[in-house]
């Protein structure tokens, strides 16, 4: 049996585990405190910036997906956040600001992250 963390508990954890790394995280946009979609931006703070998406794989485990990879321009997520957020006003942002640009995120990650940035 797979139990699935609501939306709201899985971004206040995220945003705290990103603070006691000593990066700061805040939340951009509430969804639906039960399901809502998240979408985690990281800010390299230099105008670049990677942007993730949670998804449900084959198995039922939540993993993260890669909309735009690191080194993205900051306005180019912007854009997406919010178009997306037009079609969907249940999801999550979570923004972190790391100079080093980590995600904070458990799991799996379905794409380029990790390498880039270096």
Do not use: C
């Not at 703070?45 to 993260?64: I, K």
């Amino acid at each position: 049996m797979n139990l699935r963390l609501k939306s709201e508990l899985y971004v206040q954890a995220l945003v705290r585990r990103a603070q006691g790394a000593m990066a700061a995280a805040y939340v951009l946009a509430r969804g639906d405190k039960d399901a809502g979609g998240i979408y985690v931006r990281v800010n390299r703070l230099d105008g670049t910036v990677g942007v993730l998406n949670m998804f449900t794989d084959m198995d039922g485990a939540q993993s993260f997906r890669v909309v735009l990879p690191p080194g993205s321009a900051e306005a180019e997520s912007d854009t997406l956040i919010e178009r997306d957020r037009q079609r969907d006003p249940d999801l999550w942002v979570v923004d972190i600001e790391d100079a080093k640009g980590r995600h904070f995120l458990d799991g799996r990650i379905d794409g380029k992250w990790e390498g880039e940035w270096d």
